[in-house]
């Protein structure tokens, strides 16, 4: 299974690994992989209209100085793949 993971969502990619490892123990899902890209945060200001890349907390533009600015990427949560294979037993 592969996840996008947005850096803003403050998920911390190896508690979800190890949660994810513990909950497929004992079910069909045991030994499935996990993997996960994570997506930067990206705002775009409201006043200036221009787009940047941020860190967990984004107070002002650093174009204009202004606050008031839109996220754009960084708080993904998505499944991007799920592969599946026939069981043989």
């Given at each position: 299974?592969?996840l996008?993971?947005?850096?803003?969502?403050?998920i911390?990619?190896?508690s979800?690994?190890?949660?994810f490892?513990?909950?497929a123990?004992?079910t069909?899902?045991?030994?499935?992989k996990?993997?996960?890209?994570?997506?930067p945060?990206?705002?775009?200001?409201?006043?200036c209209?221009?787009?940047?890349?941020?860190?967990?907390?984004?107070?002002?533009?650093?174009?204009?100085?202004?606050?008031?600015?839109?996220?754009?990427?960084?708080?993904e949560?998505?499944?991007?793949?799920?592969?599946l294979?026939?069981?043989?037993?």
């Amino acid at each position: 299974m592969t996840l996008k993971l947005g850096d803003f969502t403050r998920i911390v990619p190896e508690s979800l690994l190890f949660c994810f490892e513990v909950a497929a123990r004992g079910t069909v899902a045991q030994g499935a992989k996990l993997k996960i890209e994570t997506v930067p945060v990206r705002c775009r200001c409201a006043a200036c209209g221009e787009g940047f890349g941020a860190g967990r907390y984004v107070v002002l533009c650093p174009n204009c100085g202004k606050s008031g600015v839109e996220l754009t990427s960084g708080n993904e949560l998505d499944v991007v793949e799920v592969e599946l294979t026939e069981s043989t037993g």
